[in-house]
């Protein structure tokens, strides 16, 4: 069973910090990975993919893979409380399909 | 912006009705999906479609779902006879390629269809 391992949080950062949220996936053949973010009772909006070893930066976010850990980041710099949503790890391997984590609440006090 | 557009955005049926959920992918891509996302729980993957066919199915996506593709712009997911369980958020995703092809293959997904059966 193929699995994407995500914290449930939720993570409570200030106004303004870094927030760092992580996430594991367990199928070594796993090839793409995404990071959504979820407000309530909306649908997953894509913020970030990363195909590579190593950092990619877009804007304040950050995402981080590491395939030899089987591991997967996301930074957001000067995070601000309209960022507060579920943020969703998604992997996919050789297949059709994108598995989904079940999300990191992120709450960003003002 | 392209969008992906569902319909109904929310829907009520009793158990054992039939229900077809809409979707209007986005227009350039190439891939369809379902996924559904019981209140409170993970994203999960029914079903991935492609050149007029199921490319991929989940162990849920049983005798009692079908998808089509009846014209160029929509994807229909049918429930023959719902059940209770079925209650979920149903949503649709498209993208402009997959894995080992060029191009984008992050989901832009629907604002969803919120099935309760009773």
């Known amino acids: 069973q193929k699995e994407v391992e995500q914290n449930s949080g939720p993570l409570s950062v200030p106004e303004g910090a870094i927030a760092s949220l992580n996430c594991t996936y367990s199928?070594?053949?796993?090839?793409?990975f995404f990071w959504y973010r979820q407000y309530s009772g909306k649908s997953p909006e894509l913020i970030m993919s990363?195909?590579?070893?190593g950092d990619k930066e877009d804007g304040r976010f950050t995402a981080q893979l590491n395939k030899a850990s089987q591991y997967v980041s996301l930074l957001i710099r000067d995070s601000q409380p309209s960022d507060s949503a579920t943020y969703l790890c998604?992997?996919?391997?050789?297949?059709?399909?994108?598995?989904f984590g079940a999300g990191t609440r992120l709450f960003v006090k003002a | 912006e392209p969008e992906v557009t569902q319909t109904p955005s929310h829907q009520v049926t009793q158990m054992g009705q039939e229900v077809i959920l809409r979707c209007v992918p986005i227009?350039?891509?190439?891939?369809f999906y379902w996924y559904r996302q019981i209140l409170g729980q993970k994203v999960e993957f029914l079903v991935s479609?492609?050149?007029?066919?199921?490319s991929e199915k989940s162990e849920i996506f049983d005798d009692q779902f079908s998808v089509e593709r009846p014209d160029g712009s929509n994807f229909t997911l049918k429930i023959r006879s719902t059940k209770l369980e079925d209650s979920a958020m149903y949503f649709c995703?498209?993208?402009?390629?997959?894995w080992g092809q060029g191009g984008s293959y992050g989901y832009t997904f629907g604002s969803g269809t919120r099935l309760t059966v009773v």
């Open positions: 995703a498209s993208s402009e390629a997959t």
């Open positions: 199928d070594r053949v796993s090839q793409s």
């Open positions: 990363i195909y590579s070893n």
């Open positions: 998604a992997v996919t391997g050789g297949g059709f399909k994108t598995i």
């Open positions: 227009s350039n891509h190439l891939y």
């Open positions: 479609f492609y050149n007029n066919e199921i």
